[in-house]
């Protein structure tokens, strides 16, 4: 199939729709995780639930459909990040989870999106089975700091494992990048 016989495929498609509705949902659920009480903070959980939905949604729907642009390559991680970061901080800002967690995460999340944007022009590293299992328990643990009356060993048991698994995965990541860029050099004779 040559070039000009690919389908073009609109960034205005349901995937990229999503995407922007999860970055554009992140400030209303900061909104509502600020304003004192049980109903508000419901009301957050409730955004960072549909929010945390779309981000499953809309990658089945750009795999299934064939809607993968180079926006979509672009904003949803972007989008990913707005909405953890934003829950994070907002739980440490707020002194319900300490900074130092926030910081590792935020931090192995900052370092890995610069080590793909350094790698975009030699290879792009998929996303490995680790990395899902890591949003899986950055969202649950998220979602049980967001809701009230949830046994404080139980947040810190998730976020534990989160933690854990975002830090392994993030060396997994780098491993796998230097390998990479070794056989890269040794392709190009280097």
């Known amino acids: ?3 000009d016989e690919r389908r073009v495929v609109s960034p205005w498609n349901i995937a990229n729709v999503l995407t922007v509705l999860r970055l554009a949902l992140v400030p209303f659920f900061v909104v509502c ?3 004192p009480g049980a109903g508000w903070r419901l009301a957050a959980l409730a955004v960072f639930a ?3 939905i779309t981000d499953h949604l809309d ?3 750009a795999r299934r459909y064939g809607l993968i642009t180079d926006f979509g390559k672009i904003a949803d991680p972007i989008a ?3 909405l953890t970061g934003a829950a994070l901080v907002c739980l440490s800002i707020l002194g319900e989870l300490p900074w130092w967690i926030t910081l590792v995460i935020l931090g192995r999340e900052l370092g890995i999106t610069v080590l793909r944007l350094v790698l ?3 290879a792009i590293i998929p996303a490995s089975y680790g990395g899902k299992v890591k949003t899986v328990l950055q969202i649950a643990a998220i ?8 046994p404080q060993w139980l947040r810190w048991a998730v976020m534990g494992a989160a933690l854990v698994v975002t830090v392994a995965t993030g060396v997994d990541y780098v491993v796998r990048a230097v390998k990479l860029r070794k056989v890269a050099r040794q392709a190009r004779g280097e």
């Open 1 to 3: 199939m040559t070039r």
């Open 33 to 35: 995780l600020f304003v």
């Open 50 to 52: 549909v929010a945390s």
């Open 59 to 61: 990658g089945e729907l």
């Open 80 to 82: 990913d990040k707005a």
């Open 120 to 122: 975009i022009r030699r």
């Open 143 to 150: 979602v049980l700091y967001i809701l009230p009356g949830v």
